[in-house]
T-cell receptor, first 112, second 115 residues
Framework: GENVEQHPSTLSVQEGDSAVIKCTYSDSASNYFPWYKQELGKGPQLIIDIRSNVGEKKDQRIAVTLNKTAKHFSLHITETQPEDSAVYFCAASMGGGFKTIFGAGTRLFVKA | DTGVSQDPRHKITKRGQNVTFRCDPISEHNRLYWYRQTLGQGPEFLTYFQNEAQLEKSRLLSDRFSAERPKGSFSTLEIQRTEQGDSAMYLC?????????????FGPGTRLTVL
């Protein structure tokens, strides 16, 4: 079955710096890759997603890249702010996205 | 608030008791998902409904777990004879049939503690 590995598990950056989180997946049939942000006491919230027919997608300070050959995808956050501090999850799914497999998460700390 | 809602938000029970959680998806979302999340881990897929039909179940969903979505709207997740290992956050999500139907909207979760 699908397996998603996420690195690093913890990331600490200074406000204004960039943060990069990397994930790999195992099932080449996966074609949808969402990223979620989870704050304490809340459910995960989708922040950006990418489909396998696209190599890169950007939304303001957030960008995601996908390398299907290497089965890698990454989240890039530029100009980090303290409110970006949270746990970030990558995920992968195939077909209609019915069964989504999540990575273990990255706890991001942005120091003011 | 028109997001996904879950009830209760917290549940403390003794080992061996039965518990039931409820999820109300975003209206008109025909797909509903249940996940379990333990501390420091990502959500783990448990089961998925399209309308009232339960289309997929994870191996994580033992015989003590049962989920229903009788009218294709709200869903319940019941755990019988709870064990301490069932302590976790139980998350519900829903998605729309529009577009490619990929984006899942999560509720706040029900935190279960089994003593």
């Amino acid at each position: 079955g699908e397996n998603v590995e996420q690195h690093p598990s913890t990331l600490s950056v200074q406000e204004g710096d960039s943060a990069v989180i990397k994930c790999t997946y195992s099932d080449s049939a996966s074609n949808y890759f969402p990223w979620y942000k989870q704050e304490l006491g809340k459910g995960p919230q989708l922040i950006i997603d990418i489909r396998s027919n696209v190599g890169e997608k950007k939304d303001q300070r957030i960008a995601v890249t996908l390398n299907k050959t290497a089965k890698h995808f990454s989240l890039h956050i530029t100009e980090t702010q303290p409110e970006d501090s949270a746990v970030y999850f990558c995920a992968a799914s195939m077909g209609g996205g019915f069964k989504t497999i999540f990575g273990a998460g990255t706890r991001l700390f942005v120091k003011a | 608030d028109t997001g996904v809602s879950q009830d209760p938000r917290h549940k403390i029970t003794k080992r061996g008791q039965n518990v039931t959680f409820r999820c109300d998806p975003i209206s008109e979302h025909n797909r509903l998902y249940w996940y379990r999340q333990t501390l420091g881990q990502g959500p783990e897929f448990l089961t998925y409904f399209q309308n009232e039909a339960q289309l997929e179940k994870s191996r994580l969903l033992s015989d003590r777990f049962s989920a229903e979505r009788p009218k294709g709207s709200f869903s319940t997740l019941e755990i019988q004879r709870t064990e301490q290992g069932d302590s976790a956050m139980y998350l519900c999500a829903s998605s729309s049939p529009r577009g490619q139907g990929h984006e899942q909207f999560f509720g706040p979760g029900t935190r279960l503690t089994v003593l």
